[in-house]
């Protein structure tokens, strides 16, 4: 015998609220947040999907987000990806993910597509933020979320981290495993946390006085950190690194592949950490240390805040703020 689909009334039962309650949160009206949450996850535990096709028409919506990333195959967008999809949950929205690439005209079309009504509202985490995309993101036909730390002022909900603070932890703990001569694998500058990221290893650098060599890569992967390597393994002396720390943990495990190649043992005689506790960092041998910034968290969240803004469009901007987590394995210890 097939299962009876839950009902409105059992979701209504379940998150302690009337039956017009639950319509007003599934038909993205504006509610009590307190209720919304009840609801929506009400609506999760009981497995409730509603008639899409029904809701669209009467709502004159769409009933999708769009969740948009440079590039869709880097394991930190993949766990962020998770987290928007549990943090819609319950809601009856479907979810559509666009990778733009490293190309600003890409995205900015993207941007201006949503005019054309394919999406109720924008989730992206760009790596690059120029004073001309915020621009466009603030004038955009949909309500959207930024994943990442915007100028003071900028009228987007957004969803922060201070990676900048990470570094800190993870050169900290370098430094107090006995490490002199840390260098540094930063991304490419012209991004958002290439350039934070090198600035917060110099900061470290001037109050530790350990700072080694700096080499910037041309991206945020293996390859490129390979490539890096390259240019640290030359060096001799007091400027041979004892130490690496990455910018992420593609090039972490980039420079970990090719300095073992090369005969380095680690850690004993090159302890390595990156940025962002992906899940391959985990399964890496030795596993890397990493500083975990949460990417399922942040898109949890960034989800929240959208189905917020879609919900109560006039409601102040909001700002979500999430610590980074030192998470210590053999690389370093």
Same mark, same amino acid.
């Given at each position: 015998?097939?299962?009876?689909?839950?009902?409105?009334?059992?979701?209504?039962?379940?998150?302690?609220?009337?039956?017009?309650?639950?319509?007003?949160? @599934?038909?993205?009206?504006?509610?009590?947040?307190?209720?919304?949450?009840?609801?929506?996850?009400?609506?999760?535990?009981?497995?409730?999907?509603?008639?899409?096709?029904?809701?669209?028409?009467?709502?004159?919506?769409?009933?999708?987000?769009?969740?948009?990333?440079?590039?869709?195959?880097?394991?930190?967008?993949?766990?962020?990806?998770?987290?928007?999809?549990?943090?819609?949950?319950?809601?009856?929205?479907?979810?559509?993910?666009?990778?733009?690439?490293? =190309?600003?005209?890409?995205?900015?079309?993207?941007?201006?597509?949503?005019?054309?009504?394919?999406?109720?509202?924008?989730?992206?985490?760009?790596?690059?933020?120029?004073?001309?995309?915020?621009?466009?993101?603030?004038?955009?036909?949909?309500?959207?979320?930024?994943?990442?730390?915007?100028?003071?002022?900028?009228?987007?909900?957004?969803?922060?981290?201070?990676?900048?603070?990470?570094?800190?932890?993870?050169?900290?703990?370098?430094?107090?495993?006995?490490?002199?001569?840390?260098?540094?694998?930063?991304?490419?500058?012209?991004?958002?946390?290439?350039?934070?990221?090198? =600035?917060?290893?110099?900061?470290?650098?001037?109050?530790?006085?350990?700072?080694?060599?700096?080499?910037?890569?041309?991206?945020?992967?293996?390859?490129?950190?390979?490539?890096?390597?390259?240019?640290?393994?030359?060096?001799?002396?007091?400027?041979?690194?004892?130490?690496? @720390?990455?910018? =992420?943990? @593609?090039?972490?495990?980039?420079?970990?592949?090719?300095?073992?190649?090369?005969?380095?043992?680690?850690?004993?005689?090159?302890?390595?950490?990156?940025?962002?506790?992906?899940?391959?960092?985990?399964?890496?041998?030795?596993?890397?240390?990493?500083?975990?910034?949460?990417?399922?968290?942040?898109?949890?969240?960034?989800?929240?805040?959208?189905?917020?803004?879609?919900?109560?469009?006039?409601?102040?901007?909001?700002?979500?703020?999430?610590?980074?987590? @030192?998470?210590?394995?053999?690389?370093?210890?």
């Amino acid at each position: 015998m097939t299962a009876r689909r839950p009902t409105v009334v059992q979701v209504a039962e379940r998150a302690h609220v009337s039956i017009a309650t639950v319509s007003r949160v @599934l038909n993205g009206k504006l509610a009590r947040p307190s209720s919304t949450e009840r609801v929506l996850a009400a609506a999760a535990e009981l497995g409730y999907v509603p008639d899409a096709t029904g809701r669209s028409l009467r709502m004159g919506r769409s009933l999708q987000i769009a969740f948009a990333v440079d590039d869709v195959g880097n394991p930190v967008y993949t766990e962020m990806l998770s987290g928007v999809e549990d943090g819609m949950a319950g809601s009856g929205s479907r979810l559509s993910v666009a990778s733009t690439g490293h =190309n600003p005209a890409d995205l900015m079309a993207l941007i201006d597509e949503l005019s054309r009504g394919y999406a109720d509202g924008l989730i992206i985490s760009p790596l690059r933020r120029t004073p001309e995309l915020i621009q466009a993101l603030v004038d955009a036909a949909v309500p959207t979320v930024v994943v990442g730390s915007l100028d003071a002022g900028a009228p987007l909900d957004t969803v922060r981290i201070d990676s900048g603070l990470g570094v800190r932890q993870a050169y900290e703990h370098l430094v107090d495993t006995g490490r002199r001569r840390i260098a540094f694998v930063g991304g490419p500058p012209d991004t958002a946390p290439g350039s934070a990221r090198l =600035n917060a290893f110099r900061l470290a650098g001037s109050e530790f006085g350990c700072a080694g060599p700096v080499v910037q890569a041309q991206g945020f992967t293996v390859t490129a950190g390979e490539q890096a390597w390259l240019e640290l393994a030359g060096l001799t002396g007091r400027r041979r690194p004892d130490a690496v @720390l990455a910018a =992420n943990d @593609l090039l972490a495990l980039g420079v970990m592949r090719a300095a073992k190649s090369a005969g380095r043992r680690i850690p004993s005689g090159l302890a390595v950490a990156g940025i962002d506790d992906i899940q391959f960092a985990r399964i890496f041998s030795p596993s890397l240390t990493s500083v975990s910034l949460k990417a399922r968290e942040r898109g949890r969240l960034a989800a929240r805040l959208l189905l917020g803004r879609i919900a109560a469009p006039g409601a102040p901007t909001r700002t979500e703020q999430v610590e980074p987590e @030192l998470i210590i394995r053999e690389s370093t210890s």
